[in-house]
């Protein structure tokens, strides 16, 4: 059985997985692992908002975790390849080329 056929678009049917698809690596590969997230944005500088939940299966599954950044002014072009990375939790979060901004805060009251 070829892997590409068991590609699963997780998202379509479980919203709080941590990631989009369960992909292979490798066509060879038999077991899922590589655990997709796709977030899109439109211009020339790649942003994304990352859920609590996303940033936390990015931080477990670390190597096996992609992230793919889709922008969508540029999807049409046939050349086009959306931004790939690897283990974002590392690569994006401690890379000092990522600027982090909190839009949102959440206040709970205390006992």
Request: no cysteine.
């Amino acid at each position: 059985m070829n892997g590409k056929e068991l590609i699963e678009w997780v998202a379509e049917y479980v919203a709080n997985e941590g990631y989009d698809i369960a992909s292979y690596n490798q066509e060879v590969d038999n077991d899922h692992n590589r655990f997709i997230e796709v977030k899109s944005y439109a211009g020339s500088i790649p942003h994304f908002y990352w859920s609590n939940n996303e940033f936390s299966v990015a931080k477990l599954r670390q190597e096996t975790y992609w992230l793919y950044l889709v922008n969508r002014d540029e999807i049409q072009n046939p050349n086009y390849l959306p931004i790939m990375i690897q283990n974002p939790y590392e690569n994006v979060l401690k890379n000092k080329k990522w600027a982090i901004q909190v839009e949102k805060y959440k206040k709970e009251l205390t006992k």
